[in-house]
């Protein structure tokens, strides 16, 4: 029997008083963390191993490597179901008895009851939910959700009359296929419903004969952030659709055989094989098809698809304007007509099987949260799943993304991963997350220059940019609600660039002598990207009421972009560079000089101090979700 006496515990078997070097101490600490789980009387009954389960112990020689352990089992204890074999309970006849309580509290003691608790076992509770995706068919048939998203797609594959059975005389190619199983979730991360989907083996098939173009566009996001911002500027409502089963719209002109899906073989014909008629999941040319199909009815509906970007199509009917995006098979619609954005959701409904999801909310991993200042786009939910996996969502969050010295890392830094796969998973993570996020930018883009061979050093500055996400997750990009619309640009370049920057200089065609002809290219490089943008407002009918302004912090640059300068130092210049002059010749395009403290693309190209960092959060429009 042990005592709880202050910080004194007297055992039976051991004659030397409770000491947090002894190699006892944890032992007590695991027995008396089980205890707690209950409510403890004064006096508690502690199981204690017979003496050939205990390790030997001499009070007068202590290890000096298990202060640190003991200092840990302060603070934390392991739960009760990792608890070691050696703390199982005595039989009945070595146990100490307790005597009866004396104290006012209803106990289990009190009242005789000597029936252990049952505990709940977590794994298993858990288990019994559908939290997780099974990985094979059978582990799917087990669960009845599973069972019925399995049947609803194949239900839906035979009514859309994706194949007939054939003999399989005479046929050289024979395509693969496989269940694939996701859960949908809702924004919150709660489950919206069981997605199960059968996807051809696309790498059983043969180039120039099974298949022949494979190219599909999806909308840029440059262009999807442009139209919210339109929508969001006008005081339009946007609505959001989700195409049920989009690949099998479209019609292949390719001869494909495919296997039987497993788990719905035929049972009158279990040798034939499947010729499909229409695109499926996993095929090569499934995307294109699908692609051409929606283009080919938004068409004929009336709708233009833009040059600028071909997942973008505008409909322009009198005063009436509608803008859809397509990201394969998500669709986002905004007009100034809510009539007419109802005509098309509903002819849309006639053609293709979709759901009607309402107002925009969720889409591709970025939450949409409507706000009295705007629009803001969060990630919050892809944030917090990216900490989950990578174990880093208990950190200590960091209030910069990189240290200020980190622009001289090199490429050799540090011993190379022995699995760079996590890696580059992660770094890849980060980049979607970058969507939104335009403060990891400049990070994400650093730690992406060592793909090929990350070593532990490299690691270290990925899991800092993860705490320093963990502490900023609710934040988003808030799209303000302006009017009249400009278009402005901020220029900057880094001249002289250290042996990690090397990647920076492959987007340039000739190399810079000089800071001004380096900030003049970078100049040229965004009037580039300007003209593609007001190429792409043209055809969303956007008229700027001022030309578009680039603001430099390089004084020489913004005068040599407005000037017919040819001095000695400039005539090595390549000519497609001085297109700039010509746009700012025509009108087309102005240049400014704006002060280095207020050079918003500082956060984008260089590490700052923590100060300048968050003063530029702001002005790029990043802010938390609950902002007032």
């Known amino acids: 029997m042990a005592t709880l006496k202050e910080d004194t515990v007297t055992l039976s078997k051991l004659a030397s008083p409770y000491s947090p070097m002894s190699p006892y101490s944890h032992l007590l600490a695991l027995c008396i963390q089980y205890c707690f789980s209950d409510w403890i009387p004064p006096v508690i009954t502690i199981l204690i191993p017979s003496p050939a389960q205990l390790p030997s112990y001499t009070p007068e020689i202590q290890a000096p490597d298990l202060a640190p352990a003991a200092d840990h089992i302060s603070n934390t204890f392991p739960p009760p179901h990792q608890l070691g074999p050696t703390l199982q309970p005595e039989p009945a006849s070595q146990q100490v008895s307790t005597p009866a309580p004396h104290h006012s509290?209803?106990?289990?003691?009190?009242?005789?009851?000597?029936?252990?608790?049952?505990?709940?076992?977590?794994?298993?509770?858990?288990?019994?939910?559908?939290s997780s995706e099974p990985t094979s068919v059978a582990q799917a048939l087990k669960d009845s959700n599973w069972c019925k998203a399995m049947s609803e797609e194949y239900d839906a594959l035979v009514r859309n009359g994706t194949w007939e059975l054939v003999s399989p005389t005479g046929i050289t190619n024979l395509v693969g296929c496989k269940w694939v199983f996701r859960i949908k979730r809702n924004s919150d991360g709660s489950i919206d419903r069981f997605k199960a989907c059968l996807v051809a083996k696309g790498f059983h098939q043969r180039p120039g004969v099974d298949y022949l173009e494979t190219f599909?566009?999806?909308?840029?996001?440059?262009?999807?952030?442009?139209?919210?911002?339109?929508?969001?500027s006008n005081g339009w409502s946007l609505r959001q659709l989700d195409v049920n089963n989009a690949f099998l719209q479209g019609t292949i002109s390719e001869t494909v055989?495919?296997?039987?899906?497993?788990?719905?073989?035929?049972?009158?014909?279990?040798?034939?094989?499947?010729?499909?008629?229409?695109?499926?999941?996993g095929l090569k040319?499934?995307?294109?098809?699908?692609?051409?199909?929606?283009?080919?009815?938004?068409?004929?509906?009336?709708?233009?698809?833009?040059?600028?970007?071909?997942?973008?199509?505008?409909?322009?009917?009198?005063?009436?304007?509608?803008?859809?995006?397509?990201?394969?098979?998500?669709?986002?619609?905004?007009?100034?007509?809510d009539d007419l954005v109802s005509q098309v959701v509903e002819c849309l409904a006639q053609r293709f099987s979709?759901?009607?999801?309402?107002?925009?909310?969720?889409?591709?991993?970025?939450?949409?949260?409507?706000?009295r200042h705007g629009l803001l786009l969060s990630q919050r939910r892809y944030i917090k799943d990216l900490l989950t996996r990578t174990n880093m969502q208990a950190i200590k969050p960091i209030h910069t993304p990189l240290p200020t010295s980190s622009s001289f890392i090199k490429l050799s830094s540090g011993s190379p991963l022995s699995d760079p796969t996590k890696y580059r998973t992660v770094v890849g993570?980060?980049?979607?997350?970058?969507?939104?996020?335009?403060?990891i930018s400049f990070a994400v883009n650093k730690m992406s220059q060592f793909m090929h061979q990350p070593t532990d050093e490299h690691w270290t500055l990925v899991k800092r940019i993860l705490c320093y996400l963990s502490g900023t997750i609710n934040d988003g990009l808030l799209l303000h609600r302006t009017l009249p619309l400009s278009l402005h640009a901020f220029s900057d370049s880094i001249h002289a660039f250290s042996d990690a920057d090397w990647a920076a200089l492959r987007s340039r065609k000739t190399v810079a002598r000089s800071s001004t002809e380096a900030e003049y290219h970078s100049i040229a490089a965004t009037a580039a990207e300007l003209c593609w943008v007001c190429s792409l407002l043209s055809e969303l009918c956007i008229n700027l009421v001022s030309p578009p302004i680039v603001y430099c912090d390089n004084v020489g640059a913004t005068q040599l972009s407005s000037n017919l300068v040819f001095h000695s130092r400039m005539k090595h210049m390549a000519v497609d560079y001085h297109f700039l002059r010509d746009q700012v010749q025509s009108g087309a395009l102005r240049v400014a000089h704006v002060s280095s403290a207020d050079q918003l693309v500082d956060l984008l190209?260089?590490?700052?101090?923590?100060?300048?960092?968050?003063?530029?959060?702001?002005?790029?429009?990043?802010?938390?979700?609950?902002?007032?």
Not at 297 to 325: I, P
């Open 105 to 130: 509290m209803t106990t289990r003691a009190k009242n005789h009851i000597t029936k252990p608790i049952q505990k709940l076992n977590l794994h298993t509770h858990l288990a019994s939910f559908p």
């Open 216 to 232: 599909s566009p999806v909308i840029k996001p440059t262009t999807m952030i442009l139209v919210l911002s339109i929508a969001v």
């Open 257 to 281: 055989y495919m296997a039987q899906p497993p788990g719905f073989i035929d049972a009158d014909k279990p040798t034939h094989v499947c010729k499909l008629h229409k695109a499926i999941y």
């Open 285 to 337: 040319q499934a995307p294109r098809t699908w692609y051409h199909e929606l283009c080919q009815f938004l068409v004929d509906f009336g709708f233009k698809n833009s040059h600028s970007d071909t997942s973008l199509f505008v409909l322009h009917a009198g005063t009436n304007l509608l803008y859809l995006l397509v990201y394969v098979d998500d669709i986002i619609i905004t007009g100034n007509s």
């Open 354 to 371: 979709l759901k009607d999801l309402g107002p925009l909310s969720y889409f591709l991993g970025v939450e949409v949260v409507h706000h």
């Open 429 to 439: 993570n980060l980049q979607f997350v970058s969507l939104t996020r335009s403060d």
């Open 605 to 628: 190209t260089k590490p700052l101090p923590h100060s300048q960092f968050q003063k530029l959060r702001v002005k790029i429009g990043l802010f938390p979700c609950g902002l007032s």
